[in-house]
């Protein structure tokens, strides 16, 4: 049974960070390339980064583009999305994926 656990999300203030984690099981993580997606308030669900199985190529959302950093480490089968100078509009449910494969998220709140 293929598990993805994100955690790490929290109430930060705007310019703050946090740093997410999906950590997964019962798929050869390795394997996949992987992405992380958010639903903000009132909005679609919006691409946030995804990285090559190997982790030399990363792409981003253009909302994050310069804020945000994708990272693995395949031996550990994690995924993080590293999140600085955090804004209100970052407020919402983040969720890691690969495939046809999500987790149930982590909420990330971005107020003073």
């Known amino acids: 049974q293929v598990q993805l656990v994100e955690s790490g999300g929290g109430l930060v203030q705007p310019g703050g960070s946090l740093r997410l984690s999906c950590v997964v099981s019962g798929i050869t993580f390795g394997d996949y390339d992987w992405s992380w997606y958010r639903r903000t308030p009132g909005k679609e669900r919006e691409f946030v980064a995804y990285?090559?199985?190997?982790?030399?190529?990363?792409n981003y959302g253009d909302a994050v583009k310069g804020r945000f950093t994708v990272s693995r480490d395949n031996a550990l089968n994690t995924l993080y999305l590293q999140m600085s100078g955090l804004k209100s509009e970052d407020t919402g449910d983040y969720y890691c994926n690969t495939l046809h494969f999500w987790g149930k998220g982590t909420r990330v709140t971005v107020a003073s």
């Open positions: 990285i090559t199985r190997s982790g030399v190529m990363t």
